[in-house]
């Protein structure tokens, strides 16, 4: 099926990378990643943004903070030091990685405006 006929069926190309990648929105959840509510991983979030977020909500900010956030996960995983209190072990870390990845490629191509 050409990408045309693909897109008639999800009705957009976002929608396409949603439905692939599993992330749904629910007005009262936020942001859904193969069944994990992000928002339930608000403190660790918190904790690695450096205080400057603590919801997944706002795709915008957590696209600023995206630098950040991974070097924190880098150097604990690098440093094998990891934030007891959060439950932080390097396999969740590097899962919070790929979901930070996921919402940030959907910004990046769907939402933030094209100069």
Do not use: C, P, W
């Amino acid at each position: 099926m050409s990408l045309i006929g693909v897109v008639q069926i999800y009705g957009s190309i976002s929608q396409l990378y949603l439905d692939e990648h599993r992330i749904q929105f629910d007005d009262v959840k936020g942001y859904i990643i193969d069944g994990v509510v992000l928002n339930s991983l608000s403190e660790r979030l918190e904790y690695l943004s450096n205080r400057k977020l603590t919801h997944f909500d706002d795709l915008k900010q957590l696209y600023s903070a995206a630098m950040i956030i991974n070097e924190k996960i880098d150097l604990e995983i690098a440093n094998q030091r990891f934030v007891a209190r959060l439950g932080n072990t390097e396999e969740n870390l590097l899962q919070f990685k790929q979901y930070l990845k996921l919402l940030n490629d959907y910004y990046r191509q769907f939402i933030r405006d094209k100069k």
